[in-house]
């Protein structure tokens, strides 16, 4: 006889999370490095998404997942040992929102 096994649950990280809902309610925070822009352009499987910065906002999960993987890198220095360290950063910081 065949017994079942329960799957043993995982930590997730948030984005992960909400990516079973439908929507993902999300706030893109305003920046110094916006450089005056108002929206972000995201794509996403060949569908260019235009969101607002600091409005909350219903968007599908793919883009709430696009947001998360877009990073850049900053280059700093560190006068202690003269290095040049560097950051990976959001290049959009959001919160999901709810």
Not at 15 to 25: A, L, M, P, S, Y
Not at 49 to 58: A, C, D
Not at 70 to 76: D, I, L, N, S, W
Request: hydrophobic share 35%; aromatic share 6%.
């Amino acid at each position: 006889m065949a017994t079942k096994s329960k799957a043993v649950s995982v930590k997730e990280d948030p984005v992960r999370e909400v990516t079973r809902k439908e929507t993902v309610r999300v706030l893109i925070h305003k920046t110094a490095n916006d450089q005056g822009q108002d929206t972000v352009s995201i794509g996403v499987n060949g569908k260019v998404w235009l969101l607002k910065r600091g409005e909350e906002i219903e968007v599908p999960p793919g883009v709430a997942s696009a947001l998360k993987d877009a990073v850049r890198y900053e280059v700093g220095y560190d006068p202690s040992n003269h290095s040049t360290p560097v950051n990976e950063v959001q290049s959009y910081p959001f919160s999901i929102v709810g």
